[in-house]
């Protein structure tokens, strides 16, 4: 980006000391209202931040340079957006109600849940299923995690309670061998490539256990395993009966897929209605990307505001902080969703960039965080782009309360406080954006969502980077695989690793 003259205008712009100064920004007529933006059942307020019109018109160019509206629109025509793996990106495909993947892939969903519903597929025991364990991690496990949290408020509201086992750990899969009643549950290996190592060893501990069991009679009618996946052979050769598995494309990304049959969980919980909801109020947002100018587009500009603190700015973190529980999961979900997509270092070329892309994730619920980490947002000497988000439901005096707790905290971080004695005064000037929801609808939830995948694919077009394949990941998991190969064989003494390494390895070995 060095010879980018938009770039140089931008890291200029950015070194006016006035811009990090909110008290001067707040000198400008109107910062409220042209710093506020709604659509659907959204309202984001950018005003808590380092940042003025001008940098914003910089930062428009800058998409305008990135070509974003054609890049917008190969993605919404199917074009090849994954370049490594030379895929389109269908996951918008499966909102849109005129779209042929819509229907075919609410329909495959909806038939499994009636029929699990009506107890015309049972368990292997012959039992009514009550209740769903999704074996699956990342994405197979993070979207419909949270979209149940915030969709079924109680696990005894949902429909069919849903159960997760996501990482290799016996305590896990114990505790959860414990909650659930195993004769009426159905366990469900959600695997978009159905070879990750984890989710394959907890479904092998369960169908083990299963087998163990009096009483235990899979057939075609009655299963207590099921699959969800992009790779319907491997599931069929892991002995799962056809009717049981939920096929889905392979252009759909795994962090994007829980518009797909990996939303099936959230169908069983929430019932359809609340994911026809869902995927509606994504399709609102699908709708808003497409069209909206970009300086009203709230993808966008949430996307403007990560490149401006990251690439301009240079800070480094991002929080993500819902406060209310039924989102507590959003963080884990904006993590992947932003780390796994946007954490490189090659551009589309597999040249080597010179600029940093993601910033590091991280959040939690809201008041929690408070009464955690918020002192160093106070009185730390750094500051980070935080997102308060908070949801519009006048129900309750302490839900009011909460709210205020969230707006209390960007007004605290903004405006500071002197106190005589220096070290219990806020310096304040701690940038903040909140973004509020109308409701906490199935919609509102979809377009919450839709709008931060967007966001996601508006960096990735400005950085110039792929956000649709994650080879990083391969590494660490290629080196475990070795590892317990050369355990099995006796031969750990021929692997080429460092003494720290190889002091683990036998620490374990030893124990
Ligand atoms: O972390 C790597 C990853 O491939 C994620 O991208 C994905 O969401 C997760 O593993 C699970 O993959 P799968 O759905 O294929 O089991």
Known sequence: MHNNPIWNQLKDKAKQTELRDLAALWQQTNRHQKFTFEFGDLYLDLSKNWIDEEALDLLQELTTQAKLSSAIDKLFKGE????????PASHTT????????????TTSIYNLADQVNSGTIRSAFGRKIKQLVNIGIGGSYLGPRLVIEALTELQSESIIPVYFAASVDDSLINQLFKSVDIEHTLFCISSKSFSTVETLMNARAVEKKLKRIKGYQPNDKQSSLMAITANQQRAREAGIPEGMILPFDDSVGGRFSL???????????????????????????DIHYKNEPFLQNLP?????????????IGLDAYGCLPYDARLRSLPKWLQQLMMESAGKMHNINGEVIEYPTTPWVFGDHGQLSQHAFFQAFHQGVDALPL????????????????????????AALMQGKEEDHSMKGCPGNKPSTTLLLK????????QLLAMYEHMVYTL?????????????VELGKAIARDIQEHVENNTLNDMALDPSTMALIKKVMDQ
């Open 460 to 472: 990735s077009v400005i950085w110039n980077i792929n956000c649709f394949d994650q080879p990083g």
């Open 80 to 87: 090849i957006v994954n370049v490594t793996d030379s895929l």
């Open 439 to 446: 409701n906490m609808s199935a919609q509102s939830v979809g």
């Open 94 to 105: 499966l909102r849109d109600p005129s779209h042929k993947n819509h229907q075919q892939n």
């Open 387 to 410: 997102d308060f988000i908070g949801v519009l439901e006048k129900n309750s005096s302490s839900q009011n309360f909460l709210l205020f707790n969230l707006i209390a905290q960007g």
């Open 259 to 285: 518009w797909s049959a990996i939303g099936f969980p959230i169908v069983l919980a929430a019932g359809k209605e609340k994911f026809e909801g869902l995927l509606a109020g994504a399709y609102q947002m």
């Open 300 to 312: 966008v500009l949430m996307a403007m505001m990560t490149i401006w603190y990251r690439n301009f």
